[in-house]
């Protein structure tokens, strides 16, 4: 019963989105521009994606935050049904704030451009918001902290196809038995607070650039959600 309260409120939240609603009864001018992160009218999914992103940067007493100098939210299109998780920002990201934007990133690039994607067709965050000193990854601890956020984020954007990268992001939403290299490739479908995306892990392009004969698995992962965008009518 709460659960279909919480799907028609979602299909609500989109169906605003679609028709503009927020443009509708706004007196603000149109922007015609895209900065190529956020889209324009975009109503209640943004406002939620800002509430987030404030809950974020209340966050006390942890060691990332202290650490890092930019809060790495998010990039790419929030209306994307393909959302990608990866693990926590590096110092590219946290100078920039940004996910992806160092030399895994351009990786990604080039990965999400072989299945004839790109950031503003996808929607990419990380495990964690704040760069982990010295690129270590992220402590149990931390990544419990930040899985909340996370959950909440991946119910605002709603994907139909989750994409995690990395075991940082495999053991954080599908658990600690979990191994990347028996996990990736598989889809399996997952309730995440009030969503339930198709789900699948693949290598992380940091792992890639280390190991890079593992990139013909990455390559039949990619092609593996390039099959379910066109069934999901992505
Ligand atoms: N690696 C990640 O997992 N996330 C980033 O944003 C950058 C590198």
Known sequence: MKKNLNQKLINLIEYYNLINANF?????????????TTFAFTGPKLERLNQLKKKI??????????????LVFSD??????????????????????????????KLLDKMLAAIQLDRTKVYISNVVNYRPPANRKPTEVEIERYL???????????????LLLGSTALNALIGNES????????????????VKPWIIASFHPAFLMRQPEQKKLAWIDLK???????ILKI
């Open 24 to 36: 509708l009864l706004s007196n603000t001018p149109l922007k015609r521009t895209s900065d190529n």
């Open 179 to 194: 191994v990347i290299s028996k996990a990736r490739g598989k889809w399996i479908q997952k309730e995440i607070g009030a």
């Open 148 to 162: 909340p956020y996370l959950k909440n984020h991946i119910e605002i954007i709603n994907p139909k196809i989750l």
């Open 57 to 70: 940067q209340l966050i006390k007493n942890c060691e990332l935050k202290k650490n890092a100098t930019n």
């Open 76 to 105: 790419g299109n929030i209306n994307s049904k393909i959302m990608i998780i990866g693990e926590g920002p590096g110092a590219n990201e946290d100078a920039e704030g940004k996910p992806f934007v160092g030399r895994a990133g």
């Open 224 to 230: 593996m959600i390039r099959d379910k965008s066109k």
